[in-house]
């Protein structure tokens, strides 16, 4: 995954020091209620599109651009699906960050599924009796996604 800019200029100054940083995450569901996923390029792993909330980027503008990016769909937020902070990460060349996650429901409008950009390496659509092996945070994500409620999901 391409590091942003931005980031780059952080880390020349902080080094590997714990980051805080906002992540948004796209839940993309059809007609069938069926969901989106990308296999990412960096670790081979099925997972929801999602990315770094760049500097002076809404999170709703975000993640429309996140999907895009990584999938080729144009997508419609609808709401937010979940406000999460997750544990402290340390990536493999030792930099720390803990992502505030905004996860928002989405509908396709456009575009058509293409992993011919460098972050993902397979689109696809799973009905969600059928879904690969995720992480429990992005089943949790899916899950608050496909739910009635209009309320995000938080942790107190």
């Not at 406000?83 to 340390?90: E, H, R, T």
């Not at 992502?99 to 599924?113: E, K, Q, S, T």
């Amino acid at each position: 995954m391409p590091v942003p800019e931005f980031l780059r200029e952080l880390r020349d100054q902080i080094g590997p020091a714990l980051l805080p940083l906002t992540g948004v995450t796209g839940v993309v569901l059809d007609e069938d209620d069926n969901v989106l996923l990308h296999r990412r390029a960096d670790d081979g792993r099925w997972a929801t599109p999602g990315g770094i909330l760049e500097p002076g980027e809404q999170p709703a503008a975000a993640v429309v651009r996140e999907v895009w990016e990584e999938t080729g769909l144009v997508v419609e937020v609808e709401r937010l699906v979940s406000v999460v902070g997750q544990d402290p990460y340390v990536y493999p060349n030792g930099d720390r960050v803990q992502f505030l996650d905004l996860a928002f429901r989405c509908r396709p409008v456009g575009g058509a599924p293409d992993a011919g950009g460098d972050e993902t390496l397979e689109v696809g659509w799973f009905a969600p009796d059928a879904l690969p092996a995720m992480s429990d945070s992005i089943m949790r994500r899916i899950g608050y996604a496909r739910e009635s409620r209009t309320e995000p999901f938080y942790v107190l």
